[in-house]
Structures are given as C-alpha cells and as structure tokens.
C-alpha cells in the first residue's frame, strides 16, 4: 500500500467511526482488507437509522466516483459535517455496500 | 430487472450529457471564433492576440483593452478549445468540478490568463502527475485553475528585460515549475479553511505568489502596479455574458428535459466544497443554476451603475461557474448583502477592484448555507476589508486575489463560529 493510499483508508475509517461516534453506536467494529490495488473497510454498530436515512445514505455511497476526489479533496472528510459525509465518501469510493438489518448497520466501501 | 433497466437509462442519460457538453462547448468556442473574425480584420486580431501573449498582465490588466474585444474572444475560445482536448485525451469526467475550472478560466481570460502563460502550467501539472504516477485526470482542475499564477511567467519574460531568449525561457520554465508544485499545495491548503471558501486554486496560487515575489525582492527587483482597464466595450461585453447566461439556462433545461423539480433541492443545499451539483443533480439543473447567478450578477452590477470592463464581466462569469459546487441564490445573498455593506459603508461602487470583491466575495457562500445569514453577511463585511491587503503580497501575479484573501477570512471565521456553536450547544444541553 503506498502513502496516498494509506492516507485515503485512514481518511475513510476516520470519517465512518466519526458517523458512528455521532449516531451514539455503543460498540463499532473496523476491519480494513487491504488487496492491492484496491482496499476495502468495513465498520459495523448498532444505529438507529430511518427508512429514508437508509436510502439517502445508500445513494449517496453509490453515485459515479469523482476523479478530481481521489487526492485533492479526500481529505475534507475528515473534517466535514455529518450531512454531507456520504455524498463525499460516495464520490471517492469505486464500490459501496450498505446493509441495515435489525438496528445493525454495516457499511463496506472500496477504494 | 428493474435494477439493471435504472443502471442502462443512468448510463445512457450519462452519455447523451457527455456529449451534449463537448458539442456545447466546441460550439461557444467556435462562435466566438467566427464572431471575432467576422468582426475584426484578422492583421488586427493577430496583433491583437501578439500584445495579449506577449505582454506582462498582472492584476489588473484587461485584454480587451491590450488586445481589442475581438482577439480576447479568439483567446478565451483558443483555451476552451484546449480543456476540451485535454479532458477527451486524459479520458476526463465532466464533473461540476470541471465545469467550474472551464469558465473560471473563461473568465480570467479577459484579465490575466492566455494561451502563453496557461500551457506551462498545464504541462507543469501533467509532469507531476507523471512523477506521482497519478492519473492526470485527477489533476484537471489544478491544470486549468492552476493558470491563477500564469502572470508570472509574462512578468518574467516580458517584464524583467532578460531578453527574448533568457526572458521566454525562464519565463516558461518558472510556469512549469509552478505548475508542478501547484497539486501537492493545493491539497494541503484545502485544510486551512476547510473547504469553506470555494476558491482553494486562488488560495494555493496567493501563497506561491506571495513567496516568488519575496524571492524577487531578495534580488531588488520591484514589480509595478498595472491598471489597464478598458472603457469602450461595454455594451459588448454586457451583451456576451447576457447571451453566454442565457444559453447556460436553455441548454441547462434542454439537457434537463425542460423539468426543473431537483432545483428547489439545490437550493436547500450548504454549498461547501465539495459539493458537486453535476453529480447530485445532473448538468441540466447545474447549468440553469449557474445561468441564474450569472443574470443575478449582471443585475446587480446595473444596479450600481458599476464600471463595465473585461475584469468585471470576467468576475461575473467566474462567479456564475462556481454555481455547478456550491453556490446558489440563497447562499450568496447573505455575501453579497455583506460585501455590498462594507462597500457602502467604506468603499466605491464605481471602483472595479471593489466590485470584483462583491462578485468574488460569493465564493464564501458555504459559510451563509452551512451557518446561516448573519455569519454569510460578516464573512462578505471582512471579505471586502482583507482583499485590498493582501494583493501587495503577491504583487498581482495571483489573478485569483479574492480567492486568497477568501481564504484567510473562512480560515479566521470557521473556527470562531464553530467555537460559538458548541458554546451555545453545550449551555442547551446543560439547561
């Protein structure tokens, strides 16, 4: 894994374990699968999400990457706001899985 | 079924857009082309063109009063025309992003930015991208943004007297240079105000800037101030931008089927960085919303009777551009309210260095949508104060001044603001 990389999975669990921090999850789980070229973090916790929430996260996470994202801008997902977290996080990530069932939430985002 | 159905109209609705773009683009470029010779003797328009590349043009220096109205037309299509070829090559997306950097370029091209000084930075960012093995299509918009500095390759070529060999060389050769450290420090200038002033390339260019001429001074050179501004265009410049608005919103709802429903979610948005409306809500509804600003920019400025020259319409255009990531109507009121106040209160509105803060002052609008009116309105009060003051720091070699000085206020007020928040929160939630 190069520096870059390396920069963009840490901005990436840093912003999901912000989301889950705010949501009040008690416990939250982070699993970073590195496979070159490509790298994949899951994190997982109990929230308490809204049909709605659900859909707009699950859309946002899966809009068309954004090339000028992947290392200019990645680094204000760090310090965004919650609202605007999974527009910026879809618009860096190639492929998004959101799955929500009985009040676990588990998202899995790949770079 | 149904999924795979959404996936192929996305995927086709995505092309026609693609394509729509290239042809529109291609066909303003080659309008203004023909206008300029239809209007113009081509030995005036080459001339013309000669005094635009090859002259010094830092802030401020309009073309159209170097050059004529005719050959800043051909040089403002000559750089379109170039963008497009390197985003088809580079295999580019046409994001809002992108869309953005192509008229903020069209509008520095009135006052600053030509083929001469852009093509350096251009091959400047391409090489760094080569050397960070980076695909050079996610460094666009530092490629054609980049440009902000592009007036310090004229200085030095032109303004030096090194001579045409020692001057043209180390005046393309500083362009490189600057070009390839431009990606790595806009990233990290990105933090400094956290994307909160949508202008980061002006911000990132002010610093470069700022150190290139520190750097002359050690060796006394001195750069002098220019005001060339033009006054014998004025209806033709209004009439360009009125038609180039005009066509944003017909071929904004052209592509949007003639269906504006998304808007009024557009107009909920905060606006920072980055918020890409292309990407959220298709180019249709971020060409008519760029179109809005600019008939709202134009308005204004007949409602203060201001000056009317190639800087001031160019700001006008650049201002509108940012309408595709984050501004809308309702986020740059609260600026323009501010702006407008610190000018009345302290300033001219027949001063065109005034009225560029005013437009350029809009691209704060995330601090209005993300904190609401009255930090938009302060943010545009400190915008106009802190704009004269920085300009000496980089001598006018940043055309980007607003978007440097746009900088140090988000950097100054975001973290104030924030601080007041959790104040307040923390005193409700103790209650």
């Not at chain 1, 999400?49 to 859309?59: H, N, V, Y």
């Not at chain 1, 899985?97 to 676990?104: F, I, M, P, S, T």
């Not at chain 2, 106040?341 to 993300?370: V, Y």
Request: net charge neutral.
């Amino acid at each position: 894994m190069n520096s870059r990389e390396e920069q963009k999975t840490s901005n990436i669990v840093r912003a999901l374990t912000l989301y889950y921090l705010h949501k009040k999850c008690p416990q939250t789980s982070i699993t970073i699968i590195p496979s070159p070229p490509s790298y994949t973090v899951v994190v997982s916790g109990s929230v308490s999400l809204s049909p709605k929430e659900l859909q707009e996260m699950t859309d946002h996470l899966n809009q068309p990457k954004i090339p000028e994202m992947e290392y200019y801008y990645d680094d204000l997902i760090v310090s965004d706001t919650i609202d605007n977290l999974f527009i910026l996080l879809g618009a860096m990530v190639s492929k998004a899985r959101v799955d929500y069932q009985d009040g676990l939430l588990r998202i899995e985002l790949t770079h | 079924m149904d999924a795979k159905k959404d996936d192929a109209l996305r995927t086709n609705q995505a092309a026609f857009e693609r394509n729509s773009k290239f042809i529109y683009f291609g066909l303003l470029s080659f309008s203004m082309i023909l206008y300029a010779f239809l209007t113009t003797k081509p030995a005036q328009l080459f001339q013309g063109l000669y005094r635009i590349y090859f002259n010094p043009c830092h802030l401020f220096s309009d073309f159209v009063a170097i050059g004529g109205f005719g050959a800043t037309l051909v040089n403002i299509a000559l750089i379109i025309l170039v963008e497009l070829l390197v985003i088809w090559r580079s295999k580019g997306s046409q994001t809002g992003t992108i869309i953005t950097s192509i008229f903020t370029t069209v509008g520095y091209a009135f006052f600053g930015t030509s083929l001469f000084n852009f093509l350096p930075i251009l091959l400047g960012v391409y090489l760094y991208s080569r050397l960070e093995k980076l695909p050079f299509n996610t460094l666009l918009l530092q490629a054609f943004m980049g440009s902000a500095i592009g007036p310090i390759s004229n200085y030095i070529a032109f303004g030096l007297g090194l001579g045409p060999a020692l001057g043209l060389g180390l005046g393309l050769l500083v362009g490189v240079v600057v070009g390839m450290i431009t990606s790595p420090l806009s990233t990290v200038f990105l933090r400094f105000h956290q994307g909160y002033n949508l202008y980061n390339l002006g911000f990132t260019a002010g610093v470069i800037g700022m150190i290139a001429v520190a750097i002359m001074r050690q060796f006394n050179i001195s750069i002098d101030a220019i005001s060339i501004l033009d006054s014998e265009h004025s209806l033709q410049l209004i009439l360009f931008a009125l038609i180039l608005f005009l066509s944003f919103i017909l071929f904004g709802l052209f592509l949007k089927g003639w269906d504006l429903n998304d808007y009024r979610r557009l107009l909920s948005s905060s606006g920072r960085l980055l918020t890409d409306y292309v990407q959220q809500y298709g180019s249709g509804i971020s060409f008519f919303n760029m179109g809005i600003l600019g008939l709202m920019g134009l308005g204004f400025l007949k409602l203060v009777n201001a000056p009317i020259n190639g800087p001031v319409i160019g700001a006008c255009i650049t201002a509108s551009a940012f309408a595709a990531i984050g501004k809308h109507p309702l986020n740059i009121l609260p600026l323009m309210i501010g702006t407008s106040l610190a000018t009345f209160l302290h300033g001219s509105f027949q001063s065109t260095e005034t009225i560029l803060a005013i437009l350029f002052g809009m691209n704060l609008a995330p601090i209005a949508g993300q904190f609401g009116w009255l930090a938009g309105i302060l943010a545009g009060y400190l915008h106009v104060a802190v704009v004269g003051h920085v300009l000496p720091l980089h001598a006018g070699f940043n055309l980007y001044n607003n978007g440097f000085a746009a900088g140090f206020v988000a950097a100054f007020l975001v973290p104030l603001i924030e601080s007041v928040q959790r104040i307040y929160e923390s005193r409700t939630t103790n209650e």
